[in-house]
């Protein structure tokens, strides 16, 4: 399994920024799609953002024009700059990556999640 390290989460005002961060191993040879998803309290997990290896991006209805996409693909990291943030925000989020593995197949990694907390 491979470790995918999160940070950024955190307590913020409604309507404030806060930026998020994933970073998978140096040693990885290939990553395909990245992405962020969030889990709220009492409700399933939903994909927030998706990124492609290149610059394709998709939103959550929910976040678009409040939330980007971005990866840095030397770093093997991908972030998600939200700003605008709203109470309904509040989850915790968890970053996903499709990695090259054993037999030239790619599979999903998850990051341990960081809490967003969006509340005055």
């Known amino acids: 399994q491979v470790q995918l390290v999160e940070s950024g989460g955190g307590l913020v005002q409604p309507g404030g920024p806060l930026k998020l961060s994933c970073a998978a191993p140096?040693?990885?040879?290939?990553?395909?799609?990245m992405g962020w998803y969030r889990q709220a309290p009492g409700k399933g997990r939903e994909r927030v953002a998706v990124?492609?290896?290149?610059?394709?991006?998709n939103y959550a209805n929910s976040v678009k024009g409040r939330f980007t996409i971005s990866r840095d693909n030397a770093k093997n990291t991908v972030y998600l700059q939200m700003n605008s943030l709203k109470p309904e925000d509040t989850a915790v989020y968890y970053c996903?990556?499709?990695?090259?593995?054993?037999?030239?197949?790619?599979?999903?990694?998850w990051g341990q999640g960081t809490q967003v907390a969006v509340s005055s």
């Open positions: 996903n990556a499709d990695i090259l593995g054993s037999g030239g197949y790619y599979y999903p990694h």
């Open positions: 140096g040693n990885i040879v290939s990553i395909k799609d």
């Open positions: 990124i492609a290896g290149g610059v394709s991006t």
